[in-house]
């Protein structure tokens, strides 16, 4: 049994706290949710985007410190490989709930107290991590499937209507903000710069370009323009590197330090997820229906992995030995990290579009058949499954012994292990 709480379409205020179990919930409002996530995963390459001069950003007040023990970002971290290093929980339940209008489009950001996620009604909601209650929600123009970022005392959340906003973390308030020719649907990066007297956060954006900006006030630190839009997250490689791939089907590789580009690789097909990295090399999916790896300095692959009947549309998760990666084949695939070579697939009952999670003895995923899913990284052996009812598109989130991912019928549930009192 867990606690479950609703944000109404017109108020902030929580509804009183009822227990109840998770309800299955599998009809009209699972298909208006779908029908949400549905526009927002399968990524369009149309028209190249126009370019625009990026505008003025307000002064705000400067964040100190950082979050620990926590997910401040998409992904976990600056590499994108979604990893845990500890083992996954083990009986979970579902602690708690959170009821909001339309559906979680959004991975959650989990630090300082607080969990922020996005909504395809154009809401990023920020809820008291102890309290379980929301403390603030802003509305945007557009959905927002981007990941917020949580940088100290402020979040950082892009969204389809085409703004990146810094928010106060215990109001809401907006403190600055960057304005794109073109929706940002992907996460921003929080890194520090190269001398470690300021932080920073990269955003990527459709109009295909990419962003560096001051988490203090929103300045330009550089901007970098490629030849088509971008649906995928920067990763921060070891070296001062940045690494993202585009819907002009080629990874590109740019200078931390000033934003310059120094090699690009071209692929089969448009890249429209973000890249996972690893020693120095990158992984990646393509419209090609394709996995492939290629170090950094690389110009072509060092592999390329398909499979019949396989269209990969997460990014890629990984770990020392595998690269995992989900499918509409509804099956989560496991590739040797190296020879790029198939070692599992795990089949589930719907498409796996859920990035997947990766701890030291378990890969964590959802699926539209509304279940998520632990299998053994070593042979995709079942560890467990929780039935949510809720369509599983958005990548889970772990912080602090839970696990928290968000459904298409708008429930925010955290998980934790059930032997942890």
Same mark, same amino acid.
């Given at each position: 049994?867990?606690?479950?709480?609703?944000?109404?379409?017109?108020?902030?205020?929580?509804?009183?706290?009822?227990?109840?179990?998770?309800?299955?919930?599998?009809?009209?409002?699972?298909?208006?949710? *779908?029908?949400?996530?549905?526009?927002?995963?399968?990524?369009?390459?149309?028209?190249?985007?126009?370019?625009?001069?990026?505008?003025?950003?307000?002064?705000?007040?400067?964040?100190?410190?950082?979050?620990?023990?926590?997910?401040?970002?998409?992904?976990?971290?600056?590499?994108?490989?979604?990893?845990?290093?500890?083992?996954?929980?083990?009986?979970?339940?579902?602690?708690?709930?959170?009821?909001?209008?339309?559906?979680?489009?959004?991975?959650?950001?989990?630090?300082?107290?607080?969990?922020?996620?996005?909504?395809?009604?154009?809401?990023?909601?920020?809820?008291?991590?102890?309290?379980?209650?929301?403390?603030?929600?802003?509305?945007?123009?557009?959905?927002?499937?981007?990941?917020?970022?949580?940088?100290?005392?402020?979040?950082?959340?892009?969204?389809?209507?085409?703004?990146?906003?810094?928010?106060?973390?215990?109001?809401?308030?907006?403190?600055?903000?960057?304005?794109?020719?073109?929706?940002?649907?992907?996460?921003?990066?929080?890194?520090?710069?190269?001398?470690?007297?300021?932080?920073?956060?990269?955003?990527?954006?459709?109009?295909?370009?990419?962003?560096?900006?001051?988490?203090?006030?929103?300045?330009?630190?550089?901007?970098?323009?490629?030849?088509?839009?971008?649906?995928?997250?920067?990763?921060?490689?070891?070296?001062?590197?940045?690494?993202?791939?585009?819907?002009?089907?080629?990874?590109?590789?740019?200078? *931390?330090?000033?934003?310059?580009?120094?090699?690009? *690789?071209?692929?089969?097909?448009?890249?429209?997820?973000?890249?996972?990295?690893?020693?120095?090399?990158?992984?990646?999916?393509?419209?090609?229906?394709?996995?492939?790896?290629?170090?950094?300095?690389?110009?072509?692959?060092?592999?390329?992995?398909?499979?019949?009947?396989?269209?990969?549309?997460?990014?890629?998760?990984?770990?020392?030995?595998?690269?995992?990666?989900?499918?509409?084949?509804?099956?989560?695939?496991?590739?040797?990290?190296?020879?790029?070579?198939?070692?599992?697939?795990?089949?589930?009952?719907?498409?796996?579009?859920?990035?997947?999670?990766?701890?030291?003895?378990?890969?964590?995923?959802?699926?539209?058949?509304?279940?998520?899913?632990?299998?053994?990284?070593?042979?995709?052996?079942?560890?467990?499954?929780?039935?949510?009812?809720?369509?599983?598109?958005?990548?889970?989130?772990?912080?602090?012994?839970?696990?928290?991912?968000?459904?298409?019928?708008?429930?925010?549930?955290?998980?934790?292990?059930?032997?942890?009192?």
């Amino acid at each position: 049994m867990s606690p479950d709480h609703s944000i109404p379409a017109t108020t902030l205020t929580a509804a009183a706290p009822a227990r109840r179990a998770p309800a299955v919930r599998r009809a009209l409002p699972w298909l208006a949710g *779908l029908l949400v996530l549905l526009v927002l995963l399968v990524a369009g390459c149309g028209e190249k985007p126009r370019r625009a001069a990026p505008p003025a950003t307000a002064a705000a007040t400067p964040a100190t410190g950082g979050p620990t023990q926590a997910w401040p970002m998409t992904r976990g971290g600056m590499a994108l490989q979604g990893r845990v290093a500890q083992r996954v929980p083990r009986q979970p339940v579902v602690e708690w709930t959170l009821r909001v209008p339309g559906a979680v489009t959004s991975e959650a950001a989990v630090a300082n107290g607080v969990v922020v996620f996005g909504t395809g009604e154009g809401t990023v909601v920020a809820v008291d991590w102890q309290t379980r209650l929301p403390r603030w929600q802003i509305h945007t123009g557009d959905t927002v499937e981007a990941c917020p970022a949580i940088a100290a005392d402020r979040v950082l959340a892009g969204s389809n209507d085409g703004v990146v906003r810094a928010l106060d973390l215990a109001t809401g308030r907006e403190l600055w903000q960057l304005k794109g020719q073109d929706k940002f649907p992907t996460g921003g990066t929080l890194v520090s710069g190269p001398d470690a007297s300021q932080d920073w956060i990269l955003f990527n954006g459709y109009d295909g370009v990419s962003h560096c900006l001051r988490t203090m006030d929103g300045s330009e630190v550089w901007h970098h323009e490629s030849d088509d839009f971008i649906n995928g997250s920067p990763a921060v490689l070891e070296g001062g590197l940045v690494a993202f791939g585009g819907c002009d089907a080629v990874i590109h590789v740019i200078q *931390l330090k000033d934003g310059s580009g120094l090699r690009t *690789l071209a692929t089969a097909a448009q890249i429209v997820r973000s890249l996972a990295s690893w020693d120095g090399t990158l992984y990646a999916v393509n419209h090609a229906n394709q996995l492939l790896a290629a170090a950094a300095t690389a110009d072509q692959p060092a592999w390329v992995y398909e499979a019949d009947g396989a269209q990969f549309l997460t990014s890629p998760g990984v770990d020392a030995a595998r690269v995992y990666v989900g499918s509409r084949d509804k099956q989560l695939h496991a590739v040797d990290r190296l020879s790029g070579k198939p070692v599992w697939q795990f089949k589930t009952g719907g498409r796996v579009e859920s990035s997947p999670l990766v701890f030291d003895d378990a890969v964590v995923f959802g699926s539209s058949d509304g279940r998520l899913y632990a299998v053994a990284t070593q042979d995709g052996r079942e560890l467990w499954r929780l039935d949510l009812g809720e369509n599983l598109a958005v990548a889970p989130a772990f912080a602090a012994g839970r696990l928290v991912i968000g459904g298409g019928d708008g429930t925010l549930f955290v998980i934790k292990g059930g032997d942890d009192q």
